[in-house]
């Protein structure tokens, strides 16, 4: 199968002066022919192969089309002078010229009838019986024996996230735990999911069973739907080429199901802070990840923010100052000293971070998850878990600087808040910090 994109006249189509089919986006040009290519040892030796060639044209626009070419084999085998292409006619002065072109046409037959069918309908005739049309199913995955349940569907998204460039490992892990539970659930019901299957209906019975039978919480069944949609997103872009028969019932209300998790505080501690601060990662990507973690846990700045810094911010002699977007509206500006320790991470940038720093906000968190999972194995007393969000950096700043004694009052000025209900949102304060403060009110006698 080689596969190609082209481009035609406007004038003239594929399909023009040549036999075939028009399904939609996709035509078919089918003829018989052989690629001249004589064998060069065994019986067939000198002799060509007489072949079915099928070409797929995918319309892309604007006069382009991806061309893909299937070769259908007749099993048939002649002198190359005996034959033309042009013609697509065997001489009859051919070695048993009437058998051969009755096996090569009632072939192309096949072909065609079977390409005709949308590949409901393959001959089973006497001269046509070892006809392979294998390579031509995968061009009609509609009909069922063919069609790929919604399980194998979700590996290949899966496969496909993985080697992209620009999705997270966890991601990719996330994909495959939704993927094995699409098949849980299909072994429970003995009966398999198909992408034309994804409606309301169906999304209320698999939450029912998530909630009844596997005792999901509401969190982990929101972010099952939300990759389930993701790949839904995925398939309903190439529907055509893949030919699939689907609907578009996922993205209304009341399809998905379960809640995001709250936003209550969650911070690092101090310690861990520092561990991120000091520890170096070979893959780029986590590096960069770390030093934007960086950024928020000594700044509490929102990921919105931490592209915003520029020389400007740093003008005050050992302050930094920036206007957050949330509340630019409200002309409400940060303005905190600098932390020793993060200056080194701006100057490496020149102060600068427009350009430095532009991982997507989804990819962020997935990598700070892939970050902490990191620093769980080479530091495993120090008590990482893996469930915080680019949201918890900011908590993470401003707990600390809670837990330090600093007065609330510098504290709103330096994360860019007016009220101290607000800051209340943020604080995160840890058992061990609690019983230090209760040691502050035992008195010894």
């Known amino acids: 199968m080689n596969t190609t994109d082209i481009f035609f006249d406007p004038q003239y ?17 089918v003829r018989r022919m052989t690629q001249n290519r004589p064998a060069k040892r065994g019986e067939n030796r000198g002799k ?81 019986e070892a006809v392979d049309f294998t390579k031509l199913r995968e061009v009609f995955p509609s009909r069922e024996e ?40 299909d072994e429970y019901n003995t009966k398999k999911t198909y992408i ?4 309301l209906v169906w999304s209320d019975d698999f939450n029912a069973w998530m909630v009844g039978t596997k005792k999901f919480a509401p969190s982990t069944i929101n972010r099952t739907y939300e990759i389930l949609c993701g790949c839904m997103d995925f398939y309903w872009g190439r529907r055509e080429e893949y030919n699939l028969q689907m609907t578009r ?7 998905k199901k379960g809640k995001k998790e709250g936003n209550a505080p969650h911070s690092l501690n101090l310690k861990q802070r520092n561990i991120i601060f000091n520890h170096r990662f070979d893959k780029p990507y986590l590096e960069k990840t770390r030093k934007m973690m960086c950024i928020q846990t000594y700044t509490a700045c929102r990921y919105s923010d931490i592209k915003l810094f520029t020389p400007e911010s740093f003008n005050k002699k050992g302050f930094v100052k920036f206007t957050p977007k949330k509340t630019k509206r409200y002309s ?41 999972q990191a ?5 495993p007393k120090a008590g990482f878990t893996d469930d915080y969000s680019s949201h918890n950096m900011r908590d993470t700043a ?28 943020y604080i995160d304060l840890d058992d061990e910090f609690e019983q230090q403060e209760m040691t502050k009110t035992i008195i010894s006698l």
Request: charged share 25%; hydrophobic share 35%.
């Open 48 to 128: 060509v192969k007489i072949e079915v060639e099928v070409k797929q044209y995918q319309y892309k626009g604007k006069a382009a089309y991806h061309r893909t070419r299937f070769f259908i084999n007749t099993n048939i085998w002649v002198d190359p002078k005996n034959w033309s292409n042009k013609s697509e006619k065997l001489h009859a002065r051919e070695s048993e010229s009437e058998y051969k072109i009755n096996v090569i046409n009632n072939t192309y037959a096949a072909t065609v009838a079977y390409i005709s069918s949308k590949g409901q309908q393959e001959i089973n005739q006497p001269y046509v």
């Open 332 to 372: 409400i500006k940060v303005v905190q000293p600098l932390h020793k320790d993060i200056r080194t991470v701006f100057e490496e940038v020149s102060f600068d971070t427009t350009k430095a720093y532009t991982t997507s906000n989804q990819n962020y968190d997935d990598y700070i998850i892939e970050v902490l």
């Open 375 to 379: 620093l769980m194995k080479a530091y």
């Open 249 to 255: 019932r996922y993205k209304e209300k009341g399809f």
């Open 196 to 199: 034309g299957d994804i409606n």
């Open 146 to 185: 063919h069609r790929k349940t919604f399980f194998e569907q979700m590996e290949y998204y899966k496969s496909i996230r993985a080697t992209d460039g620009d999705t997270a490992e966890s991601t990719v892990s996330r994909i495959g735990t939704v993927a094995n539970t699409i098949k849980a659930y």
């Open 13 to 29: 189509t594929p399909s023009e002066g040549v036999y075939g089919f028009s399904f939609g986006s996709a035509e078919f040009k």
């Open 398 to 425: 401003i707990s600390i600087w809670v837990k330090a004694g600093v007065n609330f009052k510098s504290i709103l000025k330096w994360a860019g808040l007016k009220k101290y209900e607000t800051l209340d949102h």
